[in-house]
């Protein structure tokens, strides 16, 4: 089939429909645009989920899909957002060590857990020392044994 046999066939599924041969082109060239955004769109997905498998649409922040929105593809949005968010709780985790180191000690009421000497801890019942467990832990360090 040569160009004119094409030309000559689109001019007659024109006439049957009732619209022009430049309609009829422009329409085979939407639905050629469509499917074509469609496969990319496609693809895009399938990308997503061999990356991100255990991911589904609805754990997917909107800033991700916003991004998509403007053209970038969704795994690599998504994947933005995790080093991002990764990136913030690095520095909230910095920011709090350094108040943590910066902050005065804990009270005597904070650390309440009894010492014990070993005369006290061979006295006690079973369900004492489960109790105390912690404390005489502690107290361990300073016996002589």
């Not at 041969?21 to 989920?49: C, H, M, P, Y």
Request: net charge negative.
């Amino acid at each position: 089939m040569n160009e004119n046999d094409i030309i000559t066939q689109i001019a007659g599924m024109a006439d049957e429909d009732g619209v022009t041969v430049e309609d009829l082109i422009n329409s085979i060239k939407t639905d050629r645009g469509a499917k074509k955004r469609s496969d990319a769109v496609t693809k895009d997905v399938e990308e997503f989920r061999k990356i991100f498998p255990d991911v589904t649409p609805e754990e997917i922040p909107d800033e991700v899909w916003r991004s998509v929105a403007d053209g970038v593809p969704l795994a690599a949005a998504y994947a933005l957002h995790i080093c991002v968010s990764g990136n913030k709780r690095t520095a909230a985790d910095r920011v709090n060590a350094d108040n943590a180191r910066r902050s005065a000690p804990a009270g005597k009421d904070a650390d309440a857990e009894e010492s014990y000497t070993s005369e006290q801890v061979e006295d006690m019942s079973p369900e004492a020392v489960k109790k105390n467990f912690k404390g005489i832990i502690k107290s361990l360090r300073g016996w002589k044994i």
